[in-house]
């Protein structure tokens, strides 16, 4: 009953201001690249250089993390993306009454749809800011639709740009990563809101949950982990547990999950802090059929509750597709479930300690049929 689609790790995306993937250490600016070399001396008194890997990649990876979002294809995904451009079109213009004559400041502005859309709701003044150089195209977009003046694009981090106000009124920022947090901007938006945001300000959006559920998954999970068993004749078993850490991001059948869901992280984003986005949380859920659980699925959910009418989207496979897809993570184990059954566990994520921009999930889970407990493991999840 699994999905027959072709499913692919993580395709390193996050929003806005923030870059998918690192660039190859082979594509490294000069700038970079020379950084990371030293010269050697040679039995002849002359030199080589003498690159240091490690550095390297370090450095290739926070460089190019921006730049990279510079490339429209990344911008043309999301905007495609009717889900997530339509809800926060709604909840901007379809609330004028929130946004007219208000500072509004947009964390990771991007090519600038959402600062336009607060222009076009009645802002007094927009304030976009982002890392990448796509801010030249927004700038170029911004004035081309007649909003130069009203809508001001910043270039640089958040934390070191200097506005043009002391304060703003609201606040949107289109932040969420794959599984809510992976590659997210979060921190940055909450460094806005800390030191910019006027007391009884807004936030768009302002909540957003992750949600986990049971998954059967047999046909993809034969492909992609027990390939290994047998490549070509070759035993290729132990590339198996590496297969296994890493999270999966694509499309999932919503008829392949097979519990009840579990709301592991609700955050509310006027409260929340750096330190809550490392969460653990206990979960349970109920098996609604006979089959067998391959792995977990989770998602995110938004909302955006300042509007007149709240508005809502979910990333959730009941719901329309977006971008974000889903996360799959498979268990070592294919176990037999009744309906019925109770699956009881928790869940530990956190910042990757070498790149914060990582997830490190840690699942224990545990199957119970009536008293008994009949099944379960722990396994460590890298999302890379």
């Known amino acids: 009953m699994g999905s027959n ?8 995306k996050s929003p806005a201001a923030a870059a998918p993937a690192a ?3 082979a594509a490294a600016a000069p700038a970079v690249a020379e950084a990371a070399a030293a010269p050697a001396p040679t039995a002849d008194g002359t030199s080589t250089v003498v690159v240091d890997e490690e550095k390297l990649k370090e450095m290739s990876a926070a460089d190019y993390y921006f730049d990279s979002y510079a490339h429209f ?20 213009v379809h609330n004028k009454h929130l946004f007219r004559g208000k500072v509004v400041l947009d964390v990771g502005c991007g090519t600038g749809i959402l600062s336009m859309f607060a222009a076009q709701a009645g802002a007094k003044l927009v304030i976009g800011v982002d890392m990448s150089n796509i801010i030249h195209s927004a700038r170029q977009i911004v004035k081309d639709n007649g909003f130069e003046g009203k809508v001001v694009l910043l270039q640089g981090k958040m934390e070191e740009v200097v506005l043009p106000v002391d304060k703003v009124d609201i606040i949107i920022s289109e932040w969420m990563g794959y599984f809510l947090l992976y590659e997210s901007m979060l921190d940055t938006v909450l460094y806005a809101r800390d030191r910019y945001l006027v007391e009884g300000g807004l936030i768009f959006p302002d909540r957003a949950t992750i949600n986990i559920a049971a998954l059967e998954d047999s046909e993809y999970k034969e492909d992609k ?7 070509y004749g070759f035993d290729y078993s132990s590339m198996k547990p590496k297969a296994l850490r890493e999270p999966l991001v694509d499309t999932v059948n919503a008829q392949c999950i097979i519990s009840s869901p579990s709301t592991v992280l609700d955050i509310d984003l006027y409260k929340v802090t750096v330190a809550d986005l490392a969460f653990s949380s206990d979960f349970e859920m109920i098996i609604k059929r006979n089959d ?4 977990f699925v989770a998602w995110f959910d938004i909302w955006f509750n300042a509007a007149h009418k709240p508005v809502f989207f979910s990333t959730g496979a009941h719901a329309k597709y977006t971008h974000w897809k889903q996360t799959v993570l498979y268990t070592k184990e294919n ?3 009744h309906s019925q059954d109770r699956v009881t566990g928790h869940i530990d994520c956190r910042p990757n300690q070498k790149n914060r921009r990582d997830l490190d999930i840690d699942l224990k889970w ?4 009536g008293e008994a407990e009949i099944g379960g493991e722990e396994q460590e999840y890298h999302m890379c």
């Open 5 to 12: 689609k072709k499913r692919s790790s993580p395709a390193k």
């Open 23 to 25: 660039a190859p250490v």
């Open 73 to 92: 294809g990344i911008h043309e995904e999301m905007l495609k993306d009717e889900v997530r451009t339509n809800s926060y079109r709604n909840a901007i």
């Open 225 to 231: 982990i027990n390939y290994w068993d047998n490549v």
């Open 292 to 295: 067998f659980v391959h792995g």
């Open 335 to 337: 176990v037999a479930v």
């Open 366 to 369: 545990t199957l119970r049929r």
